[in-house]
């Protein structure tokens, strides 16, 4: 399969936990996005990266929510100190900057976070 | 990027053509209308784009205003396979391309 995957599928933990989430995405794609999506709602933008570049964050993305995508391939997400609020599904995207016009961005699975 | 509405819920026949409209009257001149749409528990799938011509490709067609304030995406023979929320969003060539979603529109293909 290769498309994006994300790990882990589902995630359930206390409040005040710290959460890592991965995602790896398309081999040749440069670009790599996540998205927060709660229940009922569109998917929210957070961050995303070009190569290893974190090059906008979001406002909705605080400083408990850290991005990292080290060697330019898979990324991280990471949430500290979790509150209940956090709770939603954490999806990931990527696409090929190269392609500016036909730009589509493929999805993983995501992640679903319950944040007891 | 320009603000889209779309309604709420729409319904369609099996095997009959399904046309999902979606308002984006702010879009400016250099912001393509994109569509996606979810199926229940995956994440988003690409369906469409265009910036002011008519599009055709294997999933969908995709009609464009020619002032460009709205579109509309046509599932041409909808299966219930089709079920799903779509999103339409519009996107700038600069930056980074992030997608903007609504609500969506949960379209229900019914035999």
């Known amino acids: 399969d290769t498309g994006v995957s994300q790990d882990p599928r589902h995630k359930i933990t206390k409040r005040g936990q710290n959460v890592t989430f991965r995602c790896d995405p398309i081999?040749?794609?440069?670009?790599l996005y996540w998205y927060r999506q709660t229940l009922g709602q569109g998917p929210e933008f957070l961050t995303y990266f070009q190569n290893e570049a974190q090059l906008e964050k979001s406002r909705l993305l605080s400083d408990r929510f850290s991005a990292e995508r080290p060697k330019g391939s898979f990324s991280t997400l990471e949430i500290q100190r979790t509150e209940q609020g956090d709770s939603a599904m954490y999806l990931c995207?990527?696409?090929?900057?190269?392609?500016?016009?036909?730009?589509?961005?493929?999805f993983g699975p995501g992640t679903r976070l319950t944040v007891l | 990027d320009a603000k889209t509405t779309q309604p709420p819920s729409m319904d369609c026949a099996e095997g009959r053509a399904a046309n999902l409209p979606c308002n984006h009257s702010t879009i400016s001149g250099n912001e393509y209308v994109y569509w996606y749409r979810q199926i229940h528990s995956q994440g988003p799938q690409y369906i469409i784009h265009?910036?002011?011509n008519n599009e055709t490709n294997e999933m969908a067609s995709l009609i464009i205003t020619e002032d460009r304030k709205s579109s509309t995406l046509i599932l041409p023979h909808a299966t219930l396979r089709d079920t799903a929320v779509y999103y339409c969003?519009?996107?700038?060539?600069?930056?980074?391309?992030?997608?903007?979603f609504g609500t969506g529109t949960q379209l229900k293909v019914e035999l």
């Open positions: 265009g910036l002011k």
């Open positions: 995207a990527s696409s090929l900057k190269e392609r500016v016009i036909g730009n589509e961005q493929f």
């Open positions: 969003s519009a996107i700038s060539t600069g930056g980074g391309n992030k997608l903007t």
């Open positions: 081999s040749e794609h440069n670009r």
